[in-house]
Nanobody, 127 residues
Framework: QVQLAESGGGSVQAGGSLRLSCAAS????????MGWFRQAPGKEREFVAG????????YYADSVKGRFTVSRDNAKRTAYLQMNTLNPEDTAVYYC????????????????????WGQGTQVTVSS
């Protein structure tokens, strides 16, 4: 069974940085896809970043491009989201998500294509 364990959220001032981690278990993830999503109060869950374990390309939402960086440690089956130059609009609960499927590019950004979700971690950015 796939399990995702997140860590690294917190509160920072605008301009600050945080790094989120997502440790994945389950051998079937080796050829799948992982994504980061976030949900602010009263808003829909939105795509932040994603990648496929077996391919080097990564994907970002326009709102975070140039500020956020996703990386992974394949040996540890852990994904990271480095968030720099945070602003109050980044305040949300952040989730990592995974699927054992190799999602095509157009589907990486759609949360409905992910089967497994972390518990979520709160990120709060104050002005």
């Amino acid at each position: 069974q796939v399990q995702l364990a997140e860590s690294g959220g917190g509160s920072v001032q605008a301009g600050g940085s945080l790094r989120l981690s997502c440790a994945a278990s389950g051998d079937t993830l080796r050829s799948g896809t992982m994504g980061w999503f976030r949900q602010a109060p009263g808003k829909e869950r939105e795509f932040v970043a994603g990648f496929r374990w077996t391919v080097g390309d990564t994907y970002y939402a326009d709102s975070v491009k140039g500020r956020f960086t996703v990386s992974r440690d394949n040996a540890k089956r852990t994904a990271y989201l480095q968030m720099n130059t945070l602003n109050p609009e980044d305040t949300a609960v952040y989730y990592c998500a995974a699927t054992t499927s190799y999602l095509i590019t157009s589907r990486v950004r759609q949360f409905r294509n992910y089967d497994h979700w972390g518990q979520g971690t709160q990120v709060t950015v104050s002005s």
